[in-house]
């Protein structure tokens, strides 16, 4: 007769996209008493004695007496009050009710009293605005004596402080893109801001389902309260049940008071599903927003996308130049020019030079270091003709030179450089060493690479004098377009997502056509055997069995 | 019409004379790019680091952008503000930077100048602050005129900056 009993009491959390105040759980307890075990235990034997011969029927005698005393089955909605008998007694009393809550307690009391009365017996609940929901005594909680196998232990200071924010309410401040237009600085805080900001927490609101578990005869004793299920959730689809709902297992087993009588709970979840149709007509809606808003987001700006024509590919550059080090004199400044090659184009309007500002140096470690972070940007096309074909492809260079410029308006060349566009899209930084030729200035800026009048196979700088100075950085951004990566995009794409399907199924697809054509050839083999004489027959058969267990071992 | 997320924070700035600091950022696009959602500037708090040189910020940047075209890429830039005890403020420099054009995640160091008056103006400077200050900040985007000013090399700028984009391949673009 011994009844197991569900000890998991852990809490279960549920994820919902429903409203909470759909929710509806169905509660039972039953008192675990000698007669009721006994009783039953008669109901099983009698019932498998008539089963076993074809006895007289008896009717099973059940001590009917007051069955309600002892079980009560109960639906409870969310946040929905159910008065206990103590509360009843209490908010009766009209003296007793100070706060706003307590009053219209007393109001609904009353006119419970007038109605039929309370429809709960012993199950009542504890909403989020009672006061008794904060003050729930620890050891009724049960917490600490889940962490330590001692029976006394104080709650730490953390745990005081978690457990009193965890029934107290809503102060969320939802801030968007917007700034909030509240003080953002709170010059004095309350004990109760304290305590809700500086502890890291999900608000939560609270349910708490209990029952008074005394004698009949004494219901409204409050040290017979004993918690039953606690529910919590916050305004984002969390529901938290503690504990979780039985689906058909063993009931909860609730040890109480000093004659230590024990009662079954039964936790059920009891909400009305939706209908399929009213979950159609959502999804429906669902879309129909969700569409509306991408035409929306299509209708500001469009869905045509500036090309280049076709067989060019443009190139775009955004570049900066950032800094400068380790030259000789101050106030220094760059003086850069783009050249692009044959079959390059850029775009009329923009210019392919450009002077940045003059800066002022300023010590960095061991070396003297200006500051330009001088934005540029460069469109260019290139043409791919059939002359071309054969040779390289040439990318753009861009040429600099540094120079400084002193009060005195003498202007002194601190260094040449030049830099190659990126091949590849994607963000470079580039660091150029620098070198000077002399004191005379270099006539032609393209000698710094290969001079613009070079034509053959070895280039000599043979005679050309130059020191190295400094480093200049650069930041390169850049970006290709051309309409056939549109194609390769798409082909690769669609090559991919095919290569995906064809993928999943490729062990399936390994398996069943190994197995197809095993059964082609047992076909044919079949049908050979028909044809031949029977004293073959018996060669044939090893060969087949043979034949059968090699392709399963594949 | 592609998309173009940028998602990051303005981390600090570090080098400057003074370590009480506040930034005032914005983000320039040209015209066949419409912002969807976000702030496109903003003004940090002033920090005040106790310990080190490093002001730290970490202000958020969330734009989401829509593009017809490739020109007028955005560009970001920055000025960096001094606030002394007395609550003054001070213009410590200017910064500019592109956003990065390749998806992923971007650790930028944008460097800052600031404007430098005459020889007058600097001893002034140097006792009671202030100096002189770009009329409007957008006239750097045009370029031509910037070789005009004489500037002095301040500090830079941390940024973090991740680049999501969406249908740039459908159309072309390698980033």
Known sequence: ?554 | MAELHIIGQIVGASGFPESSLFCKWGVHTGGAWRLLSGLKEGQTQVDIPQIGDMAYWSHPIDLHYATKGLQGWPKLHLQVWHQDSFGRSQMYGYGYCHVPSSPGHHRISCVTWRPLGSWQEQLAQMFIGGGPQLRSPDIIYSGADRYRLNTEAMGSVELELGIIMRHFDKYGVDG
């Open chain 1, 1 to 554: 007769m011994t009844d197991c009993w569900n000890t998991d009491n852990g809490e279960a959390v549920f994820r919902t996209r429903d409203m909470v105040k759909n929710l509806r759980i169905k509660v039972r307890v039953e008192k675990v008493t000698s007669t009721a075990a006994l009783s039953q235990h008669l109901q099983h034997q009698v019932l498998s004695q008539q089963q076993d011969g074809g006895a007289i029927e008896l009717q099973t005698l059940t001590s009917q007496g007051h069955k309600g005393d002892n079980e009560e089955e109960l639906v409870v909605g969310w946040q929905e009050k159910l008065f206990s008998q103590y509360e009843m007694e209490l908010f009766e009393n009209e003296a007793a009710c100070q706060t706003p809550l307590e009053r219209q307690y007393h109001l609904e009391v009353k006119a419970l009293k007038k109605a039929r009365g309370r429809r709960n017996r012993r199950i009542f609940t504890y909403t989020d605005h009672d006061r008794y929901t904060n003050s729930l005594p620890f050891n009724q909680l049960q917490y600490s004596s889940i962490l330590l196998n001692t029976s006394k232990s104080w709650p730490t200071f953390l745990a005081e402080r978690m457990t009193s924010l965890r029934q107290r309410g809503q102060d969320q401040q939802k801030i968007d893109c917007g700034v909030p237009k509240a003080k953002i600085i709170n010059w004095e805080p309350t004990e109760e801001f304290v305590r809700n900001t500086h502890v890291v927490n999900n608000v939560m609101q609270t349910m708490h389902i209990m029952a008074d578990l005394g004698p009949p005869e004494k219901l409204g004793q409050k040290e017979n309260e004993c918690l039953l299920v606690t529910i919590k959730t916050d305004g984002s689809g969390t529901v938290i049940v503690k504990p979780d709902f039985n689906k058909g297992r063993e009931p909860y087993r609730i040890v109480t008071g000093e004659k230590k009588e024990v009662w079954r709970l039964t936790v059920e979840n009891a909400s009305t599903v939706m209908k399929p149709e009213q979950k159609d007509r959502e999804q429906n809606i669902y879309r129909d927003l969700y569409t509306q808003h991408m035409d929306y987001l299509n209708s500001l700006v469009g869905q045509d996308f500036e090309m280049p024509p076709v067989g060019v590919l443009r190139y775009l550059l955004n570049g900066e130049i950032v800094s400068a080090k380790g030259f000789e004199y101050d106030n220094l400044y760059i003086h850069f020019t783009i050249e692009l090659p044959t079959n390059w184009s850029g775009s009329p309007n923009q210019s392919l030079s450009g002077v940045t500002h003059t800066c002022r140096t300023k010590p960095m470690g061991k070396e003297d270091v200006a500051f330009f972070s001088h934005l540029f940007s460069c469109e260019a096309s290139y043409t791919c003709d059939k002359e071309s074909e054969g040779t390289l492809l040439q990318w753009p260079v861009l040429y600099f030179k540094v120079l400084s410029l002193d009060s005195w308006q003498r202007c002194r060349t601190e260094g040449y450089g030049y830099l190659l566009f990126p091949a590849i899209p994607g963000t470079v930084s580039a660091l150029r060493r620098f070198f000077i030729g002399g004191s005379p200035e270099l006539e032609d800026i393209s000698y710094v690479r290969i001079p613009g009048t070079f034509k053959g196979e070895r280039l000599s700088r043979f005679g050309f004098c130059s020191e190295t100075t400094g480093n200049v950085t650069f930041n390169l951004h850049c970006m290709q377009q051309a309409r056939s990566f549109v194609d390769a995009n798409m082909l690769r794409k669609k090559r991919q997502r095919v290569l995906n399907q064809l993928g999943g199924f490729s062990q399936q697809g390994a398996v069943s056509s190994v197995q197809e054509a095993f059964q082609r050839a047992r076909k044919k083999m079949q049908e050979a055997q028909e044809n031949l004489p029977k004293d073959l027959i018996s060669s044939t058969s090893q060969l087949q069995i043979e034949l059968s267990s090699q392709l399963k071992t594949i």
